[in-house]
């Protein structure tokens, strides 16, 4: 379940972030934070994304920032930033992104079953819908608990 992986730690919410990489960096802080990965993780993230685009722009409002084990994950980790007024990350149909999953993965199969969680809820219109309206840890938390 996401709740094994998110909580009230790791979630965080804001009404604006100037561009994306801020977003992005408030995403990673708590990975950061809790030993998941080192600093340079971060900037793994922003280099890739200079390379080739937003290639962690999954969907509508939806992005997923994450680099490869080898850029500094210590242990597999998920956290969450909502941006109530949505951030531009130059991703041509999805933009604005609302919703910042973090990922950090220690190898490409450990975390299956998260990705398997997140996919079912970025499926689910209403669930999205109700991520970017969430004011609380508590809204977030109710949110994804059946995921």
């Known amino acids: 379940m996401l709740t094994d992986w998110i909580n009230e730690s790791n979630i965080n919410i804001v009404e604006h972030t100037p561009d994306w990489q801020q977003a992005v960096a408030l995403a990673v802080q708590p990975l950061i934070d809790s030993g998941a990965v080192e600093p340079r993780y971060l900037q793994a993230i922003y280099d890739m994304h200079r390379e080739i685009g937003p290639y962690y722009v999954l969907g ?5 920032p994450h680099a ?4 500094g994950v210590i242990h597999t980790a998920l956290s969450l930033v909502i941006v109530s ?3 531009e990350f130059h991703s041509e149909d999805n933009d604005p992104v609302y919703i910042v999953f973090a990922l950090a993965a220690i190898d490409s199969d450990s ?3 998260m990705i398997a969680s997140l996919s079912h809820l ?3 219109d209403e669930v999205v819908q109700k991520l970017r ?3 609380s840890k508590e809204d977030v938390l ?3 608990r059946q995921y």
């Open 85 to 87: 007024e949505g951030v």
């Open 60 to 64: 509508e409002g939806i992005a997923m």
């Open 68 to 71: 490869r084990p080898e850029e």
């Open 142 to 144: 109710q949110a994804i």
């Open 133 to 135: 309206q969430c004011h």
């Open 122 to 124: 970025f499926c689910d």
């Open 111 to 113: 975390h299956i079953e």
